[in-house]
């Protein structure tokens, strides 16, 4: 079991957001792994990623279309940047290749 | 405020055939509604957003939207066509329905960004998509997405 934190950020901040995190919560949870996502919208951060949420991921899934706010949290983590895109259409690829990242 | 979709903002049979002439169909019922402080000025907005990245998210569906001083209520218009619409997807599907979103550059409450928040994360769950696709009247539309809007905390 992987324990992973994302953030998630598009440029209206009306809807890629929150479907990137649905997407990446849903395909996480399915294969059996820890997730949090802090999405960062037009309504302002929303499940913030706590001190001890960052400390415990194996991994850090970042969208990069636009900047991610507090970037510096994540310094020394995996990080992982991906496309809102690939994150609502392909989360399951993205959660098979971190398996097996961490098998190695 | 007034509810963020009603059964006039609800299209089940698109008359157009391609993706710029159902942002004008769409933003015709905003705007008829009274929503929107330029028409025009809307639809440029929403175009330009498709130019930058497309909005056609796969799945048969795309969620076009404008945030801008053209708009004086958050809203949203719900469009369905069978055949479907070209809307360079994601995953190249043709969208068949479409949710044109409106939002206007400064609101005063969080509670309509909310509720398309809500909407953004239901449209990644495949039976709620189905049901969208296969329903058979604009009240049953309105119903479906009037639930969630309503589960939405105020």
């Known amino acids: 079991m992987m324990n992973v934190v994302a953030a998630t950020a598009c440029p209206s901040g009306v809807a890629h957001t929150y479907m990137s995190a649905e997407a990446l919560e849903r395909a ?8 949090k996502v802090e999405t960062q919208g037009s309504i302002g951060i929303e499940n913030q990623l706590t001190d001890e949420d960052i400390a415990n991921a194996d991994f850090v899934i970042l969208t990069k279309d636009m900047g991610i706010k507090n970037e510096e949290r994540f310094a020394g983590k995996k990080i992982v940047r991906i496309f809102i895109g690939d994150a609502i259409k392909k989360a399951d690829a993205i959660v098979k290749k971190l398996e097996s990242h961490l098998e190695k | 405020m007034s509810e ?9 049979n ?5 993706k710029n002439d159902v942002i004008s169909e769409l933003a015709q019922l ?4 009274g929503r929107l402080n330029s028409f025009e000025g809307y639809c440029t907005n929403v175009r330009e957003r498709e ?7 796969g799945f048969g569906i795309a969620i076009p939207h404008g945030k801008c001083i053209d708009v004086k209520e958050a809203t949203v218009a719900f469009g369905r066509k069978e055949e479907g619409i070209d809307w360079q997807s994601l995953d190249g599907e043709p969208a068949k329905i479409i949710f044109l979103i409106a939002v206007p550059n400064e609101t005063e409450s969080n509670l309509h960004l909310k509720i398309l928040a809500a909407l953004s994360r239901k449209l990644m769950d495949e ?3 189905e049901e969208l696709i296969k329903t058979q009247n604009e009240d049953q539309v309105l119903k479906i997405l009037t639930d969630i809007f309503d589960s939405v905390e105020k």
Do not use: V
Not at chain 2, 30 to 33: F, L, S
Not at chain 2, 51 to 57: A, E, F, P, W
């Open chain 1, 28 to 35: 996480f949870k399915k294969a059996g792994h820890n997730i």
């Open chain 2, 4 to 12: 963020i979709i009603n059964k006039k903002l609800i299209k089940l």
């Open chain 2, 14 to 18: 698109l008359e157009s055939t391609d």
């Open chain 2, 30 to 33: 905003i705007d008829d509604e």
């Open chain 2, 51 to 57: 130019d930058m990245s497309t909005t056609g998210i």
């Open chain 2, 127 to 129: 039976e709620f998509r």
